[in-house]
T-cell receptor, first 114, second 112 residues
Framework: AQTVTQSQPEMSVQEAETVTLSCTYD???????LFWYKQPPSRQMILVIR??????QNATENRFSVNFQKAAKSFSLKISDSQLGDTAMYFC???????????FGTGTRLKVLA | DGGITQSPKYLFRKEGQNVTLSCEQN?????MYWYRQDPGQGLRLIYY???????QKGDIAEGYSVSREKKESFPLTVTSAQKNPTAFYLC???????????FGQGTRLTVV
């Protein structure tokens, strides 16, 4: 069965600093998609970044980038120049190609300190 | 505006009663999902539906039921068989597998 593991329940970072959130997953398939979602205090889930497993290049969206290590089944999120508005729960998610079963991790609560 | 609408935002239920949570989408997306969110446990998949009149159990389907009679609607019924129903429930939709999931604002269910 597919699983997504986020081993850091809580993290904090100083404003303007860089922080990395970890995510590992388990699958026997070769083609799949990985995501990071943000859930701010409003609880509205927002997509941060998406990675296709068949693409070797790591995805980047402004201050957000990923380190995708397919062999290690690792998908970490790096937030550069952290801002107070980045304070939120961050969820790693996974879905195999050709399926619709969207699996989420347990989340990492990130607090950006002024 | 296009999106996912969940109602109500807050719901109180007496023990032993069934209750139905509403989820409607106007994105014309094929797939819809229900998740349960509890502190420290992340989002756990209850049910999902790829297409009208078809749905699959997720990881924690016991005590829940769904229907998908229309593309835009995917209601979730929390039955009296669900031992610990107090939680935050999220509905989502995707155009197809591998694409972004769009979420509703959630329903907070409390058993009193």
């Amino acid at each position: 069965a597919q699983t997504v593991t986020q081993s850091q329940p809580e993290m904090s970072v100083q404003e303007a600093e860089t922080v990395t959130l970890s995510c590992t997953y388990d699958t026997s398939e070769n083609n799949y998609y990985l995501f990071w979602y943000k859930q701010p205090p409003s609880r509205q889930m927002i997509l941060v970044i998406r990675q296709e497993a068949y693409k070797q290049q790591n995805a980047t969206e402004n201050r957000f980038s990923v380190n995708f290590q397919k062999a290690a089944k690792s998908f970490s999120l790096k937030i550069s120049d952290s801002q107070l508005g980045d304070t939120a729960m961050y969820f790693c998610a996974f879905i195999e190609e050709g399926t619709y079963k969207y699996i989420f991790g347990t989340g990492t609560r990130l607090k950006v300190l002024a | 505006d296009g999106g996912i609408t969940q109602s109500p935002k807050y719901l109180f239920r007496k023990e032993g009663q069934n209750v139905t949570l509403s989820c409607e989408q106007n994105l014309n997306h094929d797939a819809m999902y229900w998740y349960r969110q509890d502190p420290g446990q992340g989002l756990r998949l209850i049910y999902y539906s790829q297409i009208v009149n078809d749905f699959q159990k997720g990881d924690i389907a016991e005590g829940y039921s769904v229907s998908r009679e229309k593309k835009e609607s995917f209601p979730l019924t929390v039955t009296s068989a669900q031992k610990n129903p107090t939680a935050f429930y999220l509905c989502a939709a995707t155009a197809h597998g591998g694409t972004e999931a769009f979420f509703g604002q959630g329903t907070r269910l409390t058993v009193v």
